[in-house]
């Protein structure tokens, strides 16, 4: 199922890097990066929401939330070792509310 | 970077990842931060996989091509599709563990890291640092946020719509 949608995906790759050099691809580019920026904070919101718990416990996930946002944006440090360390926190202090839908244990 | 340096990086963020769009602040921080591909390269990546057919997560894919060809996205396509074909016969067997209390809170630390990190390099690629964006380009961010969050226009008809006034008025 995944190699015809993955070959199509390699194929316009493929055509769009015949023309990435000219100036309409660029100007096209100018567009679609804030969108593509814009697609993935909306994603994220997405995720974050179905994470997040109720009441006065959201306020540690918002913090948590917050906490990742700045590190990558204010830090050096690996994206990987964040993820890790939220993870082992998260096992640790934010399992005392079981996901209760689909929705909240897949994201 | 060679083939197989360059497959080890896509499993490893492919199996960190949550979700189809969760390994992109990792390959951000592993492929652009080191100059293998550009930050150009990597919104091209993720357009072209917004338009194509398929699961989100193909847009690594795209990347892999612009890397190596069609073995880079051969590559792409192994690393990204191992990690769950993994997963999935290993929850059948620790099921029970994968209900308790400390792995439904691994799985929340876990989203809620990839939500702020999603996050950054959301707001990243609308106001690139560096580099000054125009008023436009962030309304077409704000907007783009807002039609993703709600959910009601196919991600294709955004990026479409966000190229067509790239066109306008990047020129």
């Known amino acids: 199922m995944m190699v015809p949608a993955a070959t199509i995906t390699a194929l316009m790759t493929a055509a769009y890097s015949v023309i990435a050099d000219q100036p309409l691809a660029h100007a096209a580019l100018a567009g679609m990066a804030p969108a593509t920026g814009g697609m993935t904070l909306g994603l994220a919101i997405v995720l974050v929401r179905g994470a997040l718990r109720h009441g006065s416990r959201a306020i540690v996930d918002i913090a948590v939330v917050a906490l990742a946002f700045a590190v990558l944006l204010l830090t050096n440090v690996s994206s990987v070792g964040v993820i890790v360390g939220t993870a082992t926190f998260g096992a640790l202090f934010l399992g005392r509310e079981r996901p209760t839908s689909p929705e909240g244990a897949a994201e | ?171």
């Open chain 2, 1 to 171: 970077m060679d083939p197989l340096t360059l497959f080890l990086v896509l499993v490893k963020d492919s199996a960190l990842a949550l979700g189809g769009l969760g390994s992109l602040p990792l390959l951000r921080q592993d492929l652009v931060a080191t100059g293998v591909v550009s930050d150009a390269q990597l919104v091209e990546a993720l357009a072209i996989g917004r338009l194509s057919t398929g699961p989100n997560g193909l847009w690594i894919v795209s990347l892999g091509y612009q890397m190596a060809g069609p073995v880079g996205a051969a590559l792409a396509l192994v690393a990204s599709s191992l990690p769950p074909l993994v997963i999935l016969p290993a929850t059948a067997v620790a099921r029970r563990w994968l209900l308790s209390v400390p792995f439904a809170g691994l799985v929340r630390g876990a989203a809620l890291a990839t939500g702020g990190l999603l996050c950054a390099t959301g707001v990243s690629l609308v106001l690139p640092p560096g580099s000054a964006a125009s008023w436009w380009q962030v309304l077409v961010g704000i907007a783009a946020a807002v039609l993703t969050y709600q959910g009601r226009l196919h991600p294709a008809i955004v990026v479409i719509a966000s190229a067509l006034l790239g066109l306008l008025l990047g020129r």
